[in-house]
Structures are given as structure tokens and as C-alpha cells.
């Protein structure tokens, strides 16, 4: 494969850890994108693309919400190589690993099948490449909610991804953290963050894990974990998952945004408070916030930044995996790398 990386000037965020995932204004992204450290550089808008010329550059199918223009880049603090297998265009460094791939359903028998060959694949090239421990799934494809053949297109791609991931042994100990939301756009776009090393599985004291969820919610459970806990160099980041207005497994304040945007920051605090009992120090280093429906934006802004301070944000338009939840925020928290302390519970 042709070298995408032109050596450039010092730039400081060469010495971040390994990987570092920032927020950055559209006009940055080809200067961006010219230095030799960048991973990816991910904008959003109208459709799920993967740049042919430079895969690095992905267009995710969900428009912003706030003045168009936000470009999510990956640094990385060590020297990358970039390739591709298995249909998946990877880059990576000496301890972690980026990849995307973009499938086209009408390929395929139904989305259950897209999925598993899309997981397939992506166990596939870990293994291939040395980076076995997936950390961060992010999965998008159109549709999310809608019945197809008598199955909602989300609980067809759990069965999917299940049948995939439980190739792997003692599987529900391992399972990355995810997210899964519904665009206008045609094409299943999934990208992650894979590992030399593990993780450390965070789970959710207020929530039952999803992969414990009863079946009622699909055949087979959902297959992530709430966040995931990663030491890279002298940081340590915590990955948080999509976090909804979930308790139990129930889904609380249906048709009220307010309520259950309360009710996210409060499993975003437990999630945190949970992670660290073995893991001190975590603050938030950006959040993503999905909406379904128009809402009083500013409003919602007022109210995370009330509980978590001048954060970088981002808000998209996006269908959540239940119809019933109106709104689901991601985030990455950061803290200094320490031993991590024995999870309790």
C-alpha cells in the first residue's frame, strides 16, 4: 500500500499516550491529515463514506446539530503504519490500533448476516495484525428501529454480533464498549480501537449489564460492555459506551428528554464513581451526545456542562437503539496511569 504519512514540524501532541481522540473545526482536517502522527480524522454529515484515497478520512451519516464543522481526530504518540486486510483499512502503532470498514447490506441476506461477517472480519484482522483486545466498537447503519421480516434491525444485528464475538472464549468478560445508532444513510459503517494489551472492564452499578439483559430486548443479549478502562503510557482512559436513561434494564422518563438526560448524567456518574475504585482521577476529555428528535439544544448543553464542566461536545442527530430513548451520550474521561486497584463488584 502507498505511504498516506508525510513527516511534518514538532507538533505537541505527538507526545500525548498512544492514543488521543480530540475535537477539532472542519477547516483543520487536511492540514491535519498531512501529518504523520494522525490516525483518522472523522467528520459527520449527510452519509457514511470511507475516503478511497486516504481511508483515514470517514464521513459518519448523522448530521450535526450545532454549526456544522467538527472533525474528530485521532493522534497517536508514536510512529504509525497503515494497511489494509480483509476489506478493513487499519492504522497502527507500536501498543494500539485504528480501523474502519464500510459494508454494503444488499450484499448480504439481511443485517444479521452483515454484522457477523462484519465482526467475523474485524476478529479476523485483530489477530492477524497482534492487536487482539478490541476496546471501542462505534457501529452505524440505517434504519435501526424499523421491523424487518417480523425483527427490529437492532436486535438482527445483536444477533449478529453475538454470533461472532461468542467464538471468542470466555467472551462476555471481553467484550469492548460500544455503541450502535441508527443514520438516514444506506451502508453499515463500523470503526474501533483495538489493543496489544487489555483492558479493564467497567460495568455499571445502577444498570444490569447489557449482555445480561432479557431476552425480550433481542434473541440473543447485546454484546458490550459499559466502558472500558485502558492504561496507555502515562494516561490512563476510561471508554465510555452509549448511556441512556436506563436503570435495570428498564427505560426510565419515556417522552421526556429533560428527565432522561437527568437520568444519563446520573449513570455517567455512577459509571465513573464505579470506575474509580480502581482507577483514580478520571475526567472527561470529550462527550458525544446523540438526539432523536429537535430539542432545546442550548438547554441540554446548560445541563451536562452543570455536571461536568466546559467539556468538548459534540451533538448529532441519531435514532438510539430503543424507540423509547430520546437521547444517549458517549464520552472518554482521562486520568494519570497508575496500577489499577482489584474491582470490587
Not at 155 to 178: N, Q, S, W
Not at 203 to 213: D, G, H, M, T
Not at 222 to 242: D, H, Q, V
Request: proline share 6%; hydrophobic share 40%.
Amino acid at each position: 500500500m502507498r505511504s498516506i504519512f508525510h513527516a511534518q514540524e514538532e507538533n505537541p501532541l505527538w507526545h500525548c499516550a498512544p492514543v488521543r481522540i480530540t475535537y477539532l473545526d472542519r477547516s483543520n482536517a487536511d492540514e491535519c491529515l498531512a501529518h504523520d502522527r494522525v490516525m483518522a480524522a472523522i467528520g459527520f454529515g449527510t452519509r457514511s463514506a470511507i475516503d478511497a484515497l486516504d481511508p483515514r478520512r470517514v464521513s459518519v451519516g448523522l448530521p450535526e446539530l450545532q454549526a456544522p464543522g467538527t472533525v474528530e481526530v485521532w493522534y497517536s504518540g508514536e510512529p504509525l503504519t497503515a494497511g489494509e486486510s480483509r476489506g478493513i483499512f487499519f492504522v497502527k502503532n507500536e501498543t494500539g490500533l485504528f480501523a474502519n470498514l464500510l459494508l454494503d447490506e444488499t450484499n448480504y441476506s439481511d443485517l444479521a448476516a452483515t454484522t457477523y461477517e462484519a465482526y467475523r472480519r474485524i476478529l479476523g484482522l485483530v489477530q492477524e495484525q497482534g492487536y487482539p483486545h478490541v476496546l471501542r466498537v462505534w457501529n452505524y447503519f440505517p434504519d435501526i428501529n424499523v421491523k424487518t421480516s417480523g425483527l427490529e434491525r437492532y436486535k438482527a444485528f445483536c444477533v449478529g454480533r453475538y454470533r461472532a464475538l461468542k467464538a471468542i472464549p470466555d467472551f462476555e468478560r471481553k467484550l469492548p464498549a460500544a455503541c450502535a445508532i441508527g443514520t438516514q444513510s444506506p451502508g453499515f459503517l463500523i470503526y474501533f480501537l483495538a489493543a496489544k494489551d487489555p483492558g479493564v472492564q467497567v460495568e455499571n452499578p445502577r444498570q444490569i449489564s447489557a449482555f445480561r439483559y432479557p431476552k425480550h430486548y433481542a434473541p440473543k443479549s447485546p454484546s458490550f460492555s459499559r466502558a472500558i478502562l485502558k492504561r496507555w503510557g502515562n494516561e490512563t482512559c476510561l471508554y465510555i459506551s452509549g448511556t441512556s436513561s436506563i436503570v435495570g434494564h428498564d427505560t426510565w422518563h419515556r417522552r421526556d428528554t429533560g428527565s432522561q438526560l437527568n437520568e444519563t448524567l446520573n449513570n455517567l456518574d455512577a459509571l465513573i464513581a464505579h470506575a474509580n475504585q480502581f482507577a483514580t482521577g478520571m475526567r472527561f476529555s470529550l462527550l458525544r451526545t446523540y438526539i432523536r428528535e429537535d430539542e432545546d439544544l442550548a438547554a441540554i448543553k446548560q445541563q451536562i456542562a452543570g455536571r461536568f464542566g466546559e467539556v468538548p461536545m459534540l451533538f448529532l442527530r441519531g435514532d438510539t437503539c430503543r424507540s423509547d430513548l430520546l437521547i444517549e451520550i458517549e464520552g472518554v474521561c482521562i486520568g494519570a496511569a497508575q496500577p489499577f486497584r482489584p474491582m470490587r463488584g
